[in-house]
């Protein structure tokens, strides 16, 4: 009997980790419980949570700052809790938001050098509204200044960050929110949630467009939405507790296509999907290994596994545009250990040296297609892409300078009675 081979261009990628002195080390990670990724990575910073007393703060690196860190290296400080979830600006490299256990979401404007005996960092605004901890954080995908926040008050937050306000409070949630994640222009939103319903929201209705059974299971599960096709992956947890990935279509969730089962283990697996290559990569908590699949036809072929001793808390990934095409990298994965971040590079191997098109098409850019206004009053559009075979060049800093009132002056406004009532009045689970 003849056995097939099914052809893929992906078929044999393999990770490599960078050596201890190409990582980021000496990192006070935070210790916090809460289930985010801990780190996120743009094409010139990374952003960890960090273990701070008094307050909550987290860290912004250079990613050119590789080796052990500095002991009194500056921090974003301003939250009053722990920081849970920090996201960057997918159009302004130089812009990260924050989300925390003091209800609060800050905008910060990262400079382009730390001060000689800097210490810290202060926001350039922050947002208030949420009733409870801010949970997470997520940028639009194609409008300007954008920003969706998840909070324990069993709401999600629109923001225009320019202006400093709040657009629109997404509701129907009747448990903590999970995980959440944008469509290819971001017109919708998918969520998962502790009431294990899966939802797929018009946002700027604030509508349930879907919704149907998510996993069954008690732990953490996640949702990533599959490039400019109407599908998601989801990972969680059977009523066993093994864990499973499931392929679903996103016009009808009242069963998923697939469910996958995938081992016993006990971690929440991080799922990261790569619209360019279709590549799904899936790290679990405090396991040693990323397991990658490729979609092809509605199925999840598995590649390959990257296989480590030292276990994962987070994870983050590069944008395409960050990669060394050179190489023929087509991902990166920032991988955080106890005190440590070490950079896993995904590689195709091939012997030319000549710019790989098949393996790189034209990816996601750092130009948005809309403004804030343009998305809120109803317009769509997709992503703008850029071709990776010129070379893709980090734009230099360009200085977001909000017109909502600056910090210092918002400190000693008095707060609006509307919002007062808006916060007050909302009914909210004590066991939330």
Known sequence: ??????????????????????????????????????????????????????????????????????????????????????DFNPFNDYVVASGAEDSKVMIWSIPEEYAEGQEEVQPILKLSGHGRKVGQVLFHPTADNVLASASTDLTIKLWDIEKGVEKQEITGHTELIQSMSWNYNGSLLATTCRDKKLRVFDVRANKVVQEGPGHQGIKGSRVVWMGNMDRLATTGFSRMSDRQLNLWDSTNLSKPIKSEFLDTS??????????DTKMLYLAGKGDGNIRYFEYDNDELYLLSEYKAIEPQRGMGFMPKRGLNVNECEVARAYKVGHSIVEPISFTVPRKSDAFQSDIFPPCLSDEPALTADEWFEGKNADPKLVDLEAGFTAKAKKEFVPTAAPVEEAKNEPSSPVKEKNVVSRSIPRNA
């Not at 980021?24 to 701070?52: E, G, M, P």
């Not at 006990?266 to 619209?275: A, K």
């Open 266 to 275: 006990s971690g929440v697996i991080m799922p990261f999907y790569d619209p």
């Open 1 to 86: 009997m003849a056995f097939f081979v099914r052809p893929s261009k992906y078929r044999h990628v393999y990770g490599t980790c960078a050596k201890r002195d190409y990582c980021y080390d000496n990192l006070r990670v935070s210790a916090n419980a809460w289930d985010t990724n801990i780190v996120k990575v743009n094409s010139r910073f990374l952003s960890i949570n960090w273990q701070a007393s008094g307050g909550g703060a987290f860290a912004v690196i250079p990613l050119s700052q590789i080796g052990k860190l500095p002991e009194n290296y500056p921090l974003y400080r301003g939250h009053t809790g722990p920081v849970l979830d920090t």
